[in-house]
Nanobody, 117 residues
Framework: QVQLVESGGGLVKAGGSLRLSCAAS????????MGWYRQAPGKQRELVAV???????NYADSVKGRFTISSDNAKNTVYLQMNSLKPEDTAVYYC???????????WGQGTQVTVSS
Protein backbone atom coordinates (compact mmCIF):
# COMPACT_ATOMS: atom_id res chain seq x y z
CA GLN A 1 0.00 0.00 0.00
CA VAL A 2 1.05 3.56 -0.71
CA GLN A 3 -0.29 6.63 1.01
CA LEU A 4 -0.30 10.02 -0.71
CA VAL A 5 -0.73 13.34 1.06
CA GLU A 6 -1.34 16.39 -1.10
CA SER A 7 -1.11 20.06 -0.27
CA GLY A 8 -1.03 23.43 -1.97
CA GLY A 9 -4.36 23.88 -3.69
CA GLY A 10 -6.45 27.02 -3.37
CA LEU A 11 -8.02 30.00 -5.08
CA VAL A 12 -6.00 32.22 -7.38
CA LYS A 13 -6.70 34.83 -10.02
CA ALA A 14 -5.99 34.17 -13.67
CA GLY A 15 -2.33 34.68 -14.40
CA GLY A 16 -1.33 33.69 -10.90
CA SER A 17 0.68 30.76 -9.62
CA LEU A 18 0.26 27.84 -7.25
CA ARG A 19 2.52 25.01 -6.17
CA LEU A 20 1.19 21.58 -5.34
CA SER A 21 3.09 19.03 -3.27
CA CYS A 22 2.50 15.33 -2.75
CA ALA A 23 4.38 13.17 -0.29
CA ALA A 24 4.32 9.39 -0.66
CA SER A 25 4.81 6.85 2.10
CA UNK A 26 4.37 3.12 2.58
CA UNK A 27 5.51 0.57 0.00
CA UNK A 28 7.19 3.12 -2.20
CA UNK A 29 10.29 1.16 -3.17
CA UNK A 30 8.50 -0.21 -6.25
CA UNK A 31 7.17 3.15 -7.39
CA UNK A 32 8.63 4.46 -10.66
CA UNK A 33 6.35 7.34 -11.59
CA MET A 34 4.70 10.12 -9.60
CA GLY A 35 2.51 12.89 -10.84
CA TRP A 36 -0.77 14.70 -11.17
CA TYR A 37 -4.07 14.25 -12.87
CA ARG A 38 -7.06 16.58 -12.69
CA GLN A 39 -10.79 16.35 -13.00
CA ALA A 40 -13.08 19.27 -13.72
CA PRO A 41 -16.83 19.08 -13.13
CA GLY A 42 -18.53 17.02 -15.80
CA LYS A 43 -15.25 15.95 -17.35
CA GLN A 44 -13.07 12.86 -17.25
CA ARG A 45 -9.93 12.73 -15.18
CA GLU A 46 -6.94 13.68 -17.31
CA LEU A 47 -3.18 13.54 -17.03
CA VAL A 48 -1.54 16.85 -16.16
CA ALA A 49 2.09 15.93 -15.57
CA VAL A 50 4.00 12.85 -14.47
CA UNK A 51 7.68 12.29 -13.76
CA UNK A 52 9.67 9.07 -13.41
CA UNK A 53 12.52 8.34 -11.04
CA UNK A 54 15.02 8.94 -13.80
CA UNK A 55 13.47 12.27 -14.70
CA UNK A 56 11.36 11.46 -17.72
CA UNK A 57 8.42 13.87 -17.90
CA ASN A 58 5.05 13.67 -19.55
CA TYR A 59 2.90 16.80 -19.78
CA ALA A 60 -0.55 17.47 -21.13
CA ASP A 61 -0.35 19.74 -24.16
CA SER A 62 -2.60 22.24 -22.42
CA VAL A 63 -0.08 22.87 -19.63
CA LYS A 64 3.24 22.73 -21.50
CA GLY A 65 5.23 25.87 -20.94
CA ARG A 66 3.14 26.85 -17.91
CA PHE A 67 3.44 23.93 -15.47
CA THR A 68 6.63 22.29 -14.26
CA ILE A 69 6.80 18.95 -12.47
CA SER A 70 9.73 18.05 -10.25
CA SER A 71 10.51 15.51 -7.59
CA ASP A 72 12.71 14.89 -4.60
CA ASN A 73 13.36 11.16 -4.57
CA ALA A 74 14.99 11.30 -1.14
CA LYS A 75 11.77 12.77 0.27
CA ASN A 76 9.46 10.74 -1.99
CA THR A 77 7.74 13.97 -2.87
CA VAL A 78 6.54 15.35 -6.17
CA TYR A 79 5.82 19.00 -6.89
CA LEU A 80 3.78 20.78 -9.52
CA GLN A 81 4.60 24.42 -10.11
CA MET A 82 1.68 26.01 -11.94
CA ASN A 83 2.24 29.41 -13.52
CA SER A 84 0.08 31.57 -15.78
CA LEU A 85 -3.01 29.82 -14.49
CA LYS A 86 -6.19 30.02 -16.52
CA PRO A 87 -9.83 29.56 -15.48
CA GLU A 88 -9.85 26.32 -17.48
CA ASP A 89 -7.23 24.93 -15.10
CA THR A 90 -9.91 24.86 -12.39
CA ALA A 91 -10.29 21.27 -11.21
CA VAL A 92 -9.59 18.84 -8.43
CA TYR A 93 -5.97 17.81 -8.77
CA TYR A 94 -5.07 14.25 -7.78
CA CYS A 95 -1.64 12.97 -6.95
CA UNK A 96 -0.91 9.51 -8.32
CA UNK A 97 1.92 6.98 -8.38
CA UNK A 98 2.57 3.83 -10.34
CA UNK A 99 5.06 1.04 -10.80
CA UNK A 100 4.83 1.35 -14.58
CA UNK A 101 3.43 3.84 -17.02
CA UNK A 102 2.22 7.27 -16.08
CA UNK A 103 0.41 6.92 -12.78
CA UNK A 104 -2.83 5.29 -11.76
CA UNK A 105 -1.90 2.62 -9.21
CA UNK A 106 -2.63 4.75 -6.16
CA TRP A 107 -4.41 8.08 -5.76
CA GLY A 108 -4.44 10.89 -3.25
CA GLN A 109 -7.61 12.43 -1.89
CA GLY A 110 -7.43 15.39 -4.26
CA THR A 111 -6.89 19.10 -3.77
CA GLN A 112 -9.07 21.82 -5.27
CA VAL A 113 -7.54 24.42 -7.56
CA THR A 114 -9.81 27.29 -8.52
CA VAL A 115 -8.74 29.99 -10.96
CA SER A 116 -10.96 33.06 -11.15
CA SER A 117 -11.17 35.25 -14.21
Amino acid sequence: QVQLVESGGGLVKAGGSLRLSCAASGSIFTINAMGWYRQAPGKQRELVAVITRIGERNYADSVKGRFTISSDNAKNTVYLQMNSLKPEDTAVYYCTVSRRGWGGDYWGQGTQVTVSS
